[in-house]
């Protein structure tokens, strides 16, 4: 089995930082995209920030400048730094990565359970 775990989530006043981490465990044989998503009530799904294997990332407009993503891919963990934060981060987290597991060798998105993030104005 794979599973994504993330921490780092919590109340922060606006202006603050917070960083959330996510770690992978399980039968990994490797792991290509790692990225994370929030949802906030009554809004879809959207994506935050995506880092690849190699370490190249993307960023929603909402987060450039303010938020980064990196990986360590000896801990099979993606991290994103948030600051500045703004009562419109206010949402759920969730990472996802595309993991192929030692057997079956085939790709798979898994997602992690969400952390949130609340931001006080």
């Known amino acids: 089995q794979v599973q994504l775990v993330e921490s780092g989530g919590g109340l922060v006043q606006a202006g603050g930082s917070l960083r959330l981490s996510c770690a992978a465990s399980?039968?990994?044989?490797?792991?290509?995209?790692m990225d994370w998503y929030r949802q906030a009530p009554g809004k879809q799904r959207e994506l935050v920030a995506a880092?690849?294997?190699?370490?190249?990332?993307t960023y929603a407009d909402s987060a450039k400048g303010r938020f980064t993503i990196s990986r360590d891919n000896a801990k099979n963990t993606v991290y994103l730094q948030m600051n500045s934060l703004k009562p419109e981060d206010t949402a759920v987290y969730y990472c996802?990565?595309?993991?192929?597991?030692?057997?079956?060798?085939?790709?798979?998105?898994?997602w992690g359970q969400g952390t949130q993030v609340t931001v006080s104005s």
């Open positions: 399980g039968s990994i044989f490797s792991i290509n995209a």
């Open positions: 880092i690849t294997s190699r370490g190249t990332t």
């Open positions: 996802r990565a595309e993991i192929t597991k030692q057997d079956p060798r085939v790709p798979y998105a898994y």
